[in-house]
């Protein structure tokens, strides 16, 4: 898989301020574009934002919703903060555990729509009053009757 050249992360980016503020909408369209967001796409972000790599890097890899490695299938991240374990997440992801879809399952932190918990997120996109079939559909792993 070829990366993005520099000049390419620049479109992508379009134009911004160099302004930190924009720099998680600027690695979501990164992720929207190619999928995720590799140390030399950050590399590229912090040339044409003029702004530390580190910084770049520390906001990249402090969300687990940017991937920072090439997903090779779908994910799904289920929440397990407090209010969507206590609306049964924890359960759901011990179910998908024991399916085919093990390995597309990881826990992540809040998704802030604790309201609607138990939630779930994938394929871009907010999953709400998640269960063990619901994730299995948006995978395509219907569960047979």
Known sequence: MLEPTTE????TIGDVDNDSS??????????DRYGWVS???MNS????????FAEIYGVASF?????????????VGICLDVTCKMAGSQAVANALNQT??????HPVACLGHCEQAPVAWAE????????QDSV??????????
């Open 45 to 52: 972000v912090s040339e044409v934002l003029r702004r530390p």
């Open 22 to 31: 924009q720099l998680l909408p600027i690695l979501w369209r990164l992720v």
């Open 136 to 145: 299995l559909r948006v995978l395509g792993k219907e569960t047979q009757p």
């Open 8 to 11: 390419e992360i620049r479109r």
């Open 124 to 131: 871009n996109r907010v999953l709400t009053h998640i269960t």
């Open 63 to 75: 969300y687990q919703l940017i991937p920072t490695e090439p997903v090779t299938h779908p994910r």
């Open 100 to 105: 085919a879809a093990r390995d597309s399952i």
């Open 39 to 41: 140390p030399s796409m």
